[in-house]
């Protein structure tokens, strides 16, 4: 720091020049304002004040600025001329300087001074001074003999200031000061200068550092930019709080690329620790000038340490204390949250700018999305900025579509991403509202579930978050998707309005209009979509707004015409429209009664027109009077009246009461609906008889039992009869003798049996809930009959191709019911086999199973194992089965009531062979059968309505996936949470269920010393228990893998299926635990079922089921634990029952999925895949034909083809993920990612060569495919490494390239075997290798060239040779060919062996042309 200069005194110059006047002390605080007297020109006879006002300005005080008379430039000089000409030049200097000191002592003064002067007004003078005037102090400094002098006065005057409050209308001096220097013409001694000016910050307070940082684009010249700006970045790292002023001032200097990047880099590290308010400018900085080359890389660095969520965190904390404190601070707080707000709004404004104005900045955001593979590194910043591109840049809108639409399915940008952004960042993605809109309307067109689903989440938040512009066109592009005809469309629109109208109806009121619109289009809906339209508009129209009653009339016009109609259609819409507006008028009832008990007169006279139109007393009391006379009669010993077959009763479970026994008429009404089609009608009308459809028989039973439930509180008593009762049938033995039958006959027998189903399924659901003992008996009986119809009825199907079941849904289309052509396919293909050996018929079953799990809509055999049970007879038989899935349209569907059954106890097969069956009911225990029956039909409901299906388009003009909806009308009433409810409900029976599966086979092991198909297994029961366990691992695996568990609302209900998980580990110690530690007690649990799982599908079913517990949080242990488990079944044996290794495509799908998730898991997937190809599949080459290896079983002939496509694949993928090299690297760095190249490109020599001995054409399509991949993947990652690398490490890229171009010159013998052979399927790989092949011949010519060593690489033709290495002899080049070319590195030792570091394949033109001359 300079020292202070003192004042110049008379007698230090001798006489004096000048007379001082005398000097006031002033106060250092912000000057106050004088009087006018106060104010004034200053007359004394200071030297400055005189020469200052010979050169044309006066000096004022107070308030008033200085006047200037002449124009600046004038002014400067003829000061100048002043002072040289004076006599006592240049010791005048210096008095000039002093008279400066002492007049600038005065505050106002000096502000004067530093303010721009002001022009004198005067005639003459008026044109010859410009309207603006630089300030004293300025004018000054530009006078070089003055400039270093004042400079320093300056200088010394700053300190002064350091603690100065600048009031509201008071004076920033050290800004004024500082700006002096802005823009100066010359500065004499600038380095000099800027040395001062940076101690200055040293020792300054932040704010005069922030002013003098932010200045120094202004004061310095060209030749000092680079230098000042290294020695500002080092104040970077050392102070945060003047990040601000620094980054401002480098975004202003010419940065050479070196210090910008290290700049970067040290911006980028306080990103995630910068305040709120400065986040702009660090982001700012950060996205100034990006190459195109660098722009990915860093904006994957900045995604990565830009977190929104610290963001969000304050303005919560502000918002929770505001909460605590007074009316005054809460508002302060307000205030705070808004200022909060803003920053983040501004921060997402510099986003756009740099999108908008800077090239490429876009297409980088987007890769580096793109390139984020891990699912919990996506972030809301993601969303928002694909949202923001897609608003700013048009041109990449079809590009941030397919993104999102790639990404969605993954779970990478899940509802819960939306539903935060939405609630965090509303006042940012309003204004990307036209993208929002635009794309939930692109994605409800999608056919991948998953984004249509995103796409109505869209909608719904949107609703929610925005204002009444944004509110109507939601809802307005709402009702066009449900007016456009889609199926999809319409049901999700509609049920996007049904949210809304429960959770927003207030603000969907002032649309009602949009919404009653829909009214006229209903000609397109189907009756559920009919019933959730009716449902919104009851909502809006029974809602406390009275003006409202326009809908109520609307509806009731509507309803009464419709009612009014004779078509059947129009009638049956008419009578779901008023059951559901009477549902929404009994349901504002209950609300009023709740309030006060005051009705309005207007919804009284609307519930007296509805009662009129439904006639609701009159249905009430004629329930049971219709349900009685038309399907139940007195149990009599013969049956009047000409049938098909014999009538018999069958199914009586209340043979002690002879007297007054009742039976379903069930056997005489369908030979009367039957006979009756080709029985003229009139005959049938005149002799007056009521014709009842069999079909009404399971509704008109719902119908009842549901009215009975309602009159007495829930108890079944008043019917119960039904329970027991028979039912009319035939002799069923007689579907043993199905080739006698006619088609008629046959076709007969099916109905029957599918009417059967139906009603006893009713049964089952108005039963499953009562707690008399002797109820739930009958109630498992029912099941049991039920698993013994569906044998018969496969039985019946198999052979009567071509039926068409009668209809049990009636809340769908006709046609939209009618069965799939698999059945009959499924049947023909059976019949072609029906002479297979017994064991050929367990892998057929176990295939069947496989292709069950694999089924994308989740429609699984109904009781398949019974199939199984049933195998002998159908083998002595010859009778064929047809799986029941494609026909789950005609059964009636279960109700989740019915699951409650679960909780009933397991009895296996073997306990009820030795016992009476009448015992057996009486312990009211469930049979291995009915227990696969039932989570059968649970596996369906929870995959249905948790696990969204996977994407499958529907065929053009044809709405397939309506299909996948029907058998779940009722489950689809309910919500997702309903049934994640319900299902954690079942978790401990589940659990009991699963723990006696691992006991069974646990014991059967050991029983049989492990051995699968020993003497002492029950073939059946065994197939039985194992469908058991695969189907409880299914619907744990479907619960848990359910996305809702990661909304916060649904946050409880996880940790309680967690917590049945954990008590059945530590029972009663997991009150307390953290939802970690319960993640952890369930795993472990589940973990204990490896050791008996029976199959390789359920060992796949429970590897999943543990993936999707571990990532809730992921755990580097759980990971380990998963690759471990996964590798300890890839090595197990998997035995089939008949004593032959597990195999077909089903096993082969399964086997790959598992091998996946091994190498995905595995912490070294090269070394991994090193393991399998070096040590399994020599095994496997040294075996027999029909052999395996023994380290992994799995590895057969069979599955080479599933285990080489997944290393194939896993090499390449590991191979990308390593980092390319950088000039930068040291030289650790640099080995380290040779080594890892190294191992990957020996790994893919190794399965490269594996081609010469498993040469089929799949194994060489997955080659030609991967290994171009592999090269490309090197060319682009591995060879920038080998650039910089080569002279460091010069043994060890030559030892690499070595290798590879053994591996490379496999691949183009590969290329002339497929032109050889003329397989198009392999042919189309060759030139896109052979383009790879070449880049990588004359890459490694570049990388010697880079490196000085271009004279050791030259080029020769490669000989087309087979996959043996044999040389084929049709080219014509062999005369004149030169022999295999080569390239070469050199060698620094004669005794050393040729360096080969690629062959050219498809490396020349002559290579080229000798091929096509070979053709």
Request: a negative charge; one cysteine or more.
């Amino acid at each position: 720091m300079v020292s202070k200069r003192k004042l110049s005194k008379s007698d230090a110059h001798g006489d004096s020049l000048i007379a001082e006047l005398p000097q006031t002390k002033k106060s250092r605080i912000s000057c106050k304002e004088k009087t006018s007297a106060e104010d004034g020109v200053v007359e004394n006879n200071n030297i400055f004040v005189q020469l200052v006002k010979s050169a044309g300005i006066t000096l004022n005080a107070g308030e008033r600025q200085n006047d200037i008379a002449v124009d600046q430039a004038t002014f400067q000089k003829k000061l100048c001329q002043i002072l040289r000409k004076h006599p006592f030049y240049p010791r005048i200097v210096q008095e000039f300087v002093s008279g400066l000191e002492t007049h600038i002592k005065d505050r106002d003064q000096f502000r004067n001074c530093l303010l721009p002067c002001a022009p004198v007004r005067g005639e003459g003078t008026r044109n010859l001074v410009h309207s603006y005037c630089e300030s004293l102090i300025k004018l000054l400094l530009g006078i070089e003999t003055l400039q270093p002098a004042i400079i320093t006065v300056l200088l010394e005057k700053l300190p002064e200031f350091f603690f100065d409050t600048v009031g509201t209308f008071g004076t920033n001096f050290p800004r004024l000061i500082v700006n002096q220097f802005k823009w100066l013409d010359k500065i004499l001694d600038s380095k000099d200068l800027v040395m001062k000016l940076m101690q200055m910050v040293s020792v300054s307070p932040a704010p005069i550092q922030h002013d003098i940082i932010t200045s120094l684009p202004e004061i310095l010249e060209d030749s000092q930019q680079s230098e000042v700006a290294r020695e500002v970045s080092q104040l970077l790292k050392r102070d945060n709080r003047l990040t601000v002023p620094i980054l401002d001032a480098l975004s202003s200097l010419d940065l050479d690329a070196g210090l910008l990047a290290e700049v970067r880099q040290s911006a980028m590290i306080i990103v995630p620790a910068v305040k709120l308010e400065d986040l702009p400018v660090v982001i700012k900085f950060i996205l100034h000038n990006i190459k195109a080359v660098d722009a990915v890389e860093v904006i994957s660095a900045l995604r990565k340490n830009l977190d929104l969520s610290s963001c969000i965190l304050p303005l919560q904390m502000l918002s929770s204390q505001s909460k605590l404190k007074s009316q005054p601070q809460t508002s302060s707080s307000t205030s705070q949250v808004s200022s909060s707000q803003n920053c983040v709004k501004l921060l997402f404004d510099v986003i756009k700018s740099a999108v908008r104005f800077q090239k490429g900045i876009s297409e980088a955001w987007i890769k580096a999305i793109e390139n984020t593979v891990c699912v919990s590194d996506h972030k809301v910043l993601d969303l928002i900025v694909l949202l923001l591109i897609h608003t700013t840049n048009t041109k990449s809108r079809k590009q941030i579509e397919r993104v999102l639409r790639n990404k969605i399915p993954l779970g990478c940008v899940p509802e819960q991403l939306l539903q935060s952004a939405f609630r965090n960042h509303s006042l940012v993605i309003k204004d990307f509202f036209p993208s929002i809109l635009s794309l939930a309307q692109t994605f409800l067109h999608s056919a991948d579930p998953c984004v249509v689903s995103f796409g109505s989440c869209m909608y719904k938040q949107a609703f929610a978050a925005f204002d009444s512009y944004c509110q109507q066109e939601v809802v307005s592009a709402l009702v066009t998707h449900v007016c456009g005809g889609n199926d999809v469309e319409m049901d999700i629109s509609l049920d996007v309005l049904t949210d809304l109208v429960t959770l927003h109806t207030s603000s969907l009121i002032c649309y009602a209009t949009f919404v009653k619109n829909i009214l006229d289009y209903t000609e397109k809906l189907n009756p559920q979509q009919i019933r959730k339209l009716f449902y919104i508009l009851g909502e809006l129209a029974f809602s406390q707004r009275q003006e409202d009653s326009y809908i109520q009339d609307d509806m009731h016009m509507v309803i009464r015409k419709w009612l009014s109609s004779t078509v059947p259609k129009y009638k049956q819409m008419g009578i779901i429209g008023a059951i559901t507006v009477a549902g929404s008028m009994a349901a504002k009832r209950r609300k009023e009664d709740g309030c006060s008990l005051e009705r309005t007169q207007q919804s009284e006279e609307h519930c007296r027109q509805l009662s009129i139109l439904l006639d609701l007393e009159r249905i009430g009391k004629s329930v049971v009077e219709d349900f009685s006379n038309d399907f139940v009669v007195d149990l009599t010993p013969a049956v009047d009246g000409v049938h098909l077959f014999p009538v018999k009763s069958l199914y009586n479970l209340d043979e002690d009461e002879s007297q007054g026994t009742i039976v379903i008429n069930l056997l005489p009404l369908l030979s009367q609906n039957w006979l009756g089609k080709s029985v003229d009608e009139n005959t049938t009308r005149n002799q007056g008889k009521k014709i009842v459809s069999p079909e009404c028989l399971s509704p008109s039973f719902r119908l009842l039992r549901l009215y009975t439930t309602e009159q007495h509180n829930g108890s079944m008593e008043e019917i119960d009869a039904l329970l027991g009762c028979p039912l009319h049938l035939t002799d069923l033995e007689i579907e043993g003798n199905l080739d006698s039958l006619a088609k008629q006959e046959r076709e007969f027998l099916c109905s029957l049996l599918f009417h059967s189903l139906n009603w006893f399924r009713e049964v089952v659901n108005a039963f499953c809930q009562q707690q008399d003992l002797e109820m739930k008996g009958k109630v498992l009986t029912r099941l049991q009959n039920i698993t013994e119809l569906q044998n018969m009825l496969r039985k019946c199907l198999a052979a009567s191709p071509g039926y068409v079941p009668p209809r049990a849904i009636f809340d769908c289309e006709a046609l939209e019911a009618a069965p799939t052509i698999n059945a009959v396919g499924l049947v023909k293909k059976k019949k072609t086999g029906e002479k297979k050996q017994k064991s050929e018929g367990s892998k057929d079953s176990s295939a069947d199973h496989s292709q069950m799990e694999e089924n994308p809509e989740g429609n699984q055999p109904e009781a398949e194992t019974t199939q199984l049970e049933k195998d002998t007879t159908e083998k002595k038989s010859g009778i064929p089965l047809v799986q029941l899935q494609s026909y789950r349209a005609f059964f009636r569907e279960l109700d989740l009531e019915v699951f409650t059954i679960l909780h009933c106890g397991l009895l296996t097969k073997s306990i009820l062979d030795s016992e009476m069956h009448t015992e057996a009911r009486e312990i009211v225990q469930l049979g291995p059968a009915e227990l696969v029956f039932l989570l059968d039909d649970l596996c369906q409901k929870l995959e249905h309505i948790l696990i969204p299906p996977a994407a499958k388009r529907a065929p053009f003009l044809k709405q397939g996936k309506a299909c996948r909806k029907i058998g779940f009308s009722h489950l689809c009433q309910r919500s997702s949470q309903e049934v994640a409810q319900c299902a954690v409900e079942l978790l401990k029976p589940l659990c009991n269920h699963m723990e006696n599966m691992h006991n069974y086979f646990q014991a059967l092991m050991t029983e049989n010393q492990g051995v699968v198909d020993g003497p002492r297994v029950n073939i059946q029961e065994h197939q039985l228990m194992s469908s058991c366990y695969q189907q409880l691992l299914q619907a744990f695996r479907f619960l848990f893998a359910w996305s809702g568990f990661s909304q916060r609302e649904n946050s409880d209900l996880l940790r309680s299926a967690l917590k049945v998980l954990a008590d059945r580990l530590k029972p009663g110690e997991t009150g307390f635990l953290l939802l970690e530690d319960l993640i952890s007690e369930s795993f472990h649990y589940l973990l204990n079922f490896q050791h008996s799982v029976p199959n390789f599908q359920c060992a796949l079913t429970l590897t999943q089921l543990l993936i999707v517990i571990a990532e809730k949080p992921v755990a580097s242990w759980k990971k380990d634990k998963i690759a471990s488990l996964a590798k300890q079944f890839l090595c197990q044996s998997w035995m089939q029952l008949s004593g032959t290794r597990e195999k077909g495509s089903q096993f082969s799908d399964a086997l790959h999925t598992l091998l996946c998730v091994y190498m995905e898991h595995t912490d070294n997937i090269l070394k991994a895949v090193e393991d399998i190809s070096s040590v399994g599949v020599p095994e496997l080459i040294n075996s027999a034909n029909d052999g395996y290896s023994s380290t992994y079983p799995t590895l057969t002939r069979q599955t080479f083809p599933v285990f080489f496509q997944v290393m194939m694949a896993q090499l390449e993928n590991s191979a990308r993920s390593i980092s390319a090299g950088k000039p930068s690297d040291s030289s650790e760095v640099q080995l380290e990612k040779l080594l890892h190249w190294n191992m990957a490109v020996r790994d893919f020599h190794i399965l490269v060569n594996l081609v010469k001995v498993f040469d089929s054409r799949p194994v060489l399509s997955i080659c030609l495919k991967y290994g171009r991949l592999f090269v490309e993947a090197f060319l682009k990652l591995a060879m920038p490494l080998l650039d910089y690398s080569f002279k460091k490490h010069r043994e060890d890229v030559q030892s690499l390239l070595k290798t590879l171009q053994l591996s490379t010159r496999q691949l183009h013998h590969m290329c002339g075997h497929s032109k050889i052979h003329q397989d198009l399927g392999l042919t189309n790989h060759v030139p896109l290798l052979k383009k790879s092949l070449e880049q990588f011949v004359y890459r490694v010519k570049a990388m010697l060239a880079f490196n000085h060593c271009q004279e050791a690489f030259w080029v020769g033709i490669l000989k087309n040779r087979d996959l043996q290495g044999e040389e084929i002899l049709s080219q014509d080049s062999e005369e004149n060919d030169p022999g295999e070319g080569v390239s070469q590195l050199p060698r620094e030792d004669p005794a050393e062996g040729e360096g080969d570091i690629s062959g050219s394949e498809g490396g020349s033109k002559h290579n080229d042309d000798d091929e096509e001359s070979s053709e």
